[in-house]
């Protein structure tokens, strides 16, 4: 399994563009990215996926360089109801079971 | 569509009692997952299905036993529930892997559960 890496916490103020960056090392070829959110009580929410190069919907863009060993998600112009946990998976989309949610980055918007 | 749901949303059992926590979804997706959560903590992988009929290991197994006699269903049982399972409990289902689209999970809203 590819490991995730990514900052305990990140800090922010609304309106602001926040970057969070996941490292994947190990990452397999036929491994694609995917980003989730989870606010307190709830179950996480798929946010964005992607396999190289840029993807952007209307939520967010995730950046993704050419060896693939890391992943960057772009919030543009948070507010505080993005106050919430990002978590960063690798997978591959055959296998069901393969990818594994590491313990994320909460990230906190402040007025 | 009421996508997946839990039941029940939160329960409290003794140390040795056994329960079973049922996963339903209305999205005819092939695969369902059950993962825990524990305070401050991502989520780690129990069992999940692929299919009708068919179930797999995840990254922590033990304790749990699963079943998905329907496709629409995923029952998680706790033969002999201890207080380490004390945690929140999450289903989630997918579509198998379509060519060229995302194959995000879809999560149910979580059962918390306090084994004293």
């Known amino acids: 399994l590819a490991k995730t890496t990514q900052p305990i916490s990140m800090d922010s103020y609304e309106g602001q563009e926040v970057n969070i960056t996941c490292s994947h090392n190990?990452?397999?070829?036929?491994?694609?990215i995917t980003w989730y959110q989870q606010f307190p009580s709830q179950g996480p929410r798929f946010i964005i996926q992607?396999?190289?190069t840029k993807v952007t919907n209307e939520v967010a863009s995730l950046f993704i360089p050419a060896d693939r060993k890391s992943s960057t998600l772009s919030l543009p112009r948070v507010s505080l109801s993005d106050t919430a946990v990002y978590y960063c998976?690798?997978?591959?989309?055959?296998?069901?079971?393969?990818?594994?949610f590491g313990d994320g980055t909460t990230l906190t918007v402040k007025p | 569509n009421a996508g997946v749901t839990q039941t029940p949303k939160f329960r409290v059992l003794k140390t040795g009692q056994s329960m079973t926590l049922l996963c339903a979804q209305d999205?005819?997706?092939?695969?369902m997952y059950w993962y825990r959560q524990d305070p401050g903590m991502g989520l780690r992988l129990i069992h999940y299905?692929?299919?009708?009929?068919?179930?797999a290991k995840g990254e922590v197994p033990d304790g749990y036993n699963v079943s998905r006699l329907k496709k629409q269903n995923f029952l998680l049982g706790l033969e002999s529930a201890a207080p380490s399972q004390t945690s929140v409990y999450f289903c989630?289902?997918?579509?198998?892997?379509?060519?060229?689209?995302?194959?995000?999970?879809?999560f149910g809203p979580g059962t918390r559960l306090t084994v004293t």
């Open positions: 989630a289902s997918r579509l198998r892997a379509r060519l060229a689209a995302p194959y995000e999970q879809y």
């Open positions: 190990n990452i397999a070829t036929n491994d694609y």
């Open positions: 992607g396999y190289k």
């Open positions: 998976l690798v997978g591959d989309k055959a296998n069901a079971g393969k990818s594994t």
């Open positions: 999205m005819n997706h092939e695969y």
């Open positions: 299905s692929v299919g009708e009929g068919t179930t």
